[in-house]
């Protein structure tokens, strides 16, 4: 019985040890927001009164960030909280765009807008895409950047308009090495 006691007793250290390790380690993390724009400018000139799809890719980055730039060696994740879109100076405002996607540069949907009505200025949320999620939050870690397709197809052309995209990320960092 003594033997008993004796083991639990040592027992009882090495699990607080445990324990108290893992909470100093989410103490040292801080977590900060920060909102990263990428906006794309379309100007479709030719007349396609059936519609006419349409891609194009621009840079997500994260590296000029001043809050990224603080802690960039000691990121250890990225998460999305939300991505939006807003529509801005349609000519003309009449235009639909169709299965609107968002998708990271090796193609994975990272959110996406069955239709997208050029006319709605206000900024609107995506639904959002956890296998894409995953892969951009990927390369941000590793790269702080990732190439971002949109695509879908618009109504009919000739047509221009601006999207904003916004990317609403939490970004986790080791605040003590």
């Known amino acids: 019985m003594r033997t008993t006691i004796i083991k639990f007793l040592w027992l009882?250290?090495?699990?607080?040890?445990?324990v108290s390790c893992s909470l100093i380690e989410k103490l040292d993390d801080v977590d900060f927001d920060v909102t990263?724009?990428?906006?794309?400018?379309?100007?479709?000139?030719?007349?396609?009164?059936s519609g006419k799809s349409y891609s194009d890719s621009e840079t997500l980055s994260v590296a000029n960030d001043p809050d990224?730039?603080?802690?960039?060696?000691?990121?250890?994740?990225?998460?999305?909280?939300k991505v939006t879109y807003s529509i801005l100076g349609a000519n003309p405002a009449t235009i639909m765009l169709t299965d609107g996607k968002v998708a990271t540069g090796n193609g994975k949907t990272i959110a996406s807008a069955a239709t997208i009505d050029l006319s709605n200025t206000s900024e609107t949320n995506l639904t959002t895409d956890n296998s894409g999620i995953s892969e951009l939050c990927k390369s941000l870690l590793e790269n702080k950047q990732e190439?971002?397709?949109?695509?879908?197809?618009?109504?009919?052309?000739?047509?221009?308009?601006?999207?904003?995209?916004?990317?609403?990320?939490?970004?986790?960092?080791?605040?003590?090495?």
Do not use: C, H, W
């Open 12 to 18: 009882i250290p090495v699990i607080l040890l445990a």
């Open 36 to 49: 990263m724009p990428v906006t794309f400018t379309v100007i479709e000139t030719a007349s396609s009164p």
């Open 68 to 81: 990224v730039l603080k802690y960039a060696k000691k990121i250890k994740k990225f998460k999305v909280n």
């Open 147 to 177: 190439q971002i397709t949109l695509q879908g197809t618009l109504s009919s052309t000739p047509v221009s308009f601006t999207v904003r995209l916004k990317f609403y990320l939490t970004v986790t960092a080791n605040a003590l090495d």
